[in-house]
């Protein structure tokens, strides 16, 4: 069977405050495995209206809600590590981050890094101490990530970036683009084999 001359690129727009973007990482993951797919990650600013402090998460009741009932069924042993979230978390400071982390060659490592201290270890990533937390298990240095985030060009370019996302008209999170084809949110791994081989693109261990 043959492969495609180029490597697959895949674009996802998501934001680190949304569930379903955080368990879609192992499918994405999955791609950069099996099909040396190219992928770049986007942001799409989930809550425009939240705060750098954040809001206050109000329960008003113990019941599971739908989008927690989705992730325990879909993805049990991520779900079972989740921590609740206190309050919706400011996400455009993260933004400028991953712009850094991509110029440096770290964009994956610190995507995994924020979405695990935001979901797992129930960290505040609108905070900059986070995020240099974050940079650091990316193996990025941690001042000048602060330094370059805060007073360098990366502000102005998650700016640039949200927009471009919101002229594309994407309004679903994740929104991911495989090749030619828009797949909106969390969908299994065999959709996204099924979207490739029509495409022309089959897994390196498929090639012969």
């Known amino acids: 069977m043959e492969t495609s001359l180029q490597p697959v690129k895949v674009v996802v727009f ?6 379903y973007s955080f368990i879609a990482q192992t499918q994405i993951d999955r791609l950069m495995d099996d099909y040396d797919a190219k992928v770049l990650w986007r942001p799409h600013l ?4 939240v705060p750098p402090e954040g809001i206050p998460v109000t329960r008003t009741s113990d019941r599971e809600s739908p989008s927690q009932k989705w992730l325990r069924e879909m993805a049990p042993e991520t ?6 979230l206190k309050k919706r978390q400011y996400t455009f400071l993260s933004f400028a981050g991953l712009e850094y982390a991509m110029d440096h060659g770290k964009l994956h490592e610190f995507r995994r890094a924020v979405f695990d201290t935001m979901w797992i270890e129930g960290g505040d ?5 986070t995020l240099q937390g974050c940079a650091q298990k990316a193996g990025l240095d941690a001042e000048d990530f602060a330094r370059e985030v805060l007073e360098g060009p990366y502000v102005q370019r998650a ?12 309004n679903q999170t994740p929104t991911i683009i495989l090749g030619k084809t828009a797949i909106l ?5 065999e959709v996204y084999q099924t979207v490739l081989e029509k495409q022309g693109y ?7």
């Open 14 to 19: 998501a934001d680190f405050s949304c569930p």
């Open 46 to 49: 989930l809550h425009p209206e």
């Open 79 to 84: 779900a079972a590590k989740i921590k609740p």
């Open 125 to 129: 990533i609108g905070e900059i101490e």
């Open 159 to 170: 700016l640039e970036a949200v927009q471009s996302a919101i002229d594309l008209g994407v």
């Open 185 to 189: 949110g969390w969908h299994y791994y």
């Open 202 to 208: 089959f897994p390196k261990k498929a090639s012969t």
